[in-house]
């Protein structure tokens, strides 16, 4: 594609007016033209090189806008290849809501675990939440959760020991574990506690997600307790941004009891 000096200077213009970053101007350009078919389904767009002479940007910059295309579901990015688009005019997605147990086994569906490994490791912030020594071993559960046969998420659990040392690895036959715990061990959850965070992917992430180090994922981890309050479980995963999100809902006035 030939370097367009109105496309550069449409971006920078409207980082000038409207105060936006100048990834979001891209962002902004590359959606319009794929909405009006300049690119159409299956096409691939050029390569990152191409569109950073063509808007006159940083790498960097052309990387952040088609992460967010990614995520607002206009292309589907694989390591070393071009942006592929998949749809001219996604529909809207509001997420899984995430509010009970019964919220948790939905969105999982029917994702299919292929266990990574099921060994002792350190891990001491996880000691630390168990109320464990920092240096206690302890099991670990590695998988990849895929579905229609495309991995989505890697998934690393912990559990406190007197809990991990009476699962085999053949127990594992559920992506949601923790009815494992259930099925195996009677262990009933009383409580989850759900934090999530934005990181950039690792090489670990793009070796076992099909995507590139430094794309965007969302992280996870769940802390699960039992009817004794006690932490049992803590459960962490790692999915692309592009193909995870979540929602829940705000009380702005006080419910009838």
């Known amino acids: 594609m030939e370097i367009s000096e109105q496309d550069a200077e449409t971006v920078r213009q409207g980082q000038l007016e409207g105060r936006q970053p100048l990834y ?5 350009l590359l959606r319009d033209e794929i909405q009006v078919g300049r690119w159409k389904v299956g096409a691939s767009l050029p390569s990152e090189a191409a569109l950073s002479d063509r808007f006159q940007v940083s790498r960097i910059t052309t990387r952040h806008a088609l992460r967010l295309l990614e995520a607002d579901g206009y292309i589907r990015k694989a390591q070393s290849r071009r942006p592929v688009v998949t749809a001219a005019a996604p529909p809207r997605r509001e997420g899984w809501f995430m509010e009970s147990l019964a ?3 939905a969105m999982v569906g029917d994702a299919r675990l292929d266990i990574q490994s099921w060994q002792l490791e350190r891990s001491a912030p996880d000691a630390r939440d168990f109320g464990l020594p920092l240096a206690t071993r302890l099991h670990c559960l590695r998988g990849i959760l895929s579905r229609n046969g495309r991995p989505y998420a890697r998934s690393i659990i912990y559990f406190r020991p007197e809990v991990g040392s009476r699962l ?21 959850i009383e409580d989850v506690r759900m934090i999530v965070w934005a990181e950039l992917a690792s090489e670990e992430d ?23 309050a006690s932490l049992i479980e803590i459960a962490y995963s790692r999915a692309l941004a592009s ?5 829940t809902r705000l009380v702005t006035s006080a419910r009838d009891p």
């Open 103 to 105: 919220d948790i086994v």
């Open 168 to 188: 085999p690895r053949g127990a594992f036959n559920d992506a949601v574990v923790f009815r494992v715990l259930q099925r195996e061990l009677g262990i009933h």
């Open 243 to 247: 193909q995870a999100r979540l929602s």
């Open 24 to 28: 979001l101007s891209v962002y902004g």
């Open 206 to 228: 793009a070796r076992d997600l099909g995507c590139e180090v430094g794309d965007a994922i969302l992280a996870t981890q769940l802390l699960y307790r039992d009817e004794r």
